[in-house]
């Protein structure tokens, strides 16, 4: 059974730093493309940033780029997102997804909430 198991949320200043991370299970986590996504409430789904298997070409979306990065640990099997200078519209709950191809994503964990405010 596969399972993704995102944390590190929480609440936080304008300006400060969270370090989430999403422990992998249930599936051979270094033969696959992961993305993190978030989604405010109310809101559509908003990709942030995705990496590759081996974790040596990564991308973001234009919102996070340059203040969040994207890293992997194929030997712990867990997926991390480093986010730095956090703003209030980067509050929302971030998910990690498994890629399936094409920009699509068969499984996704629950979540975990990232507020930003002072």
């Known amino acids: 059974e596969v399972q993704l198991v995102e944390s590190g949320g929480g609440l936080v200043q304008p300006g400060g730093s969270l370090r989430l991370s999403c422990a992998a299970s249930g599936f051979t986590f270094g033969s696959y493309a992961m993305s993190w996504v978030r989604q405010v409430p109310g809101k559509g789904l908003e990709w942030v940033s995705i990496i590759n298997s081996s974790g040596g070409s990564t991308s973001y979306a234009d919102s996070v780029k340059g203040r969040f990065t994207i890293s992997r640990d194929n030997a712990k099997n867990t997926l991390y997102l480093q986010m730095n200078s956090l703003k209030s519209e980067d509050a929302a709950v971030y998910y990690c997804?498994?890629?399936?191809?094409?920009?699509?994503?068969?499984?996704w964990g629950q979540g975990t909430q990232v507020t930003v405010s002072s």
């Open positions: 997804a498994k890629d399936a191809g094409g920009w699509a994503f068969d499984y």
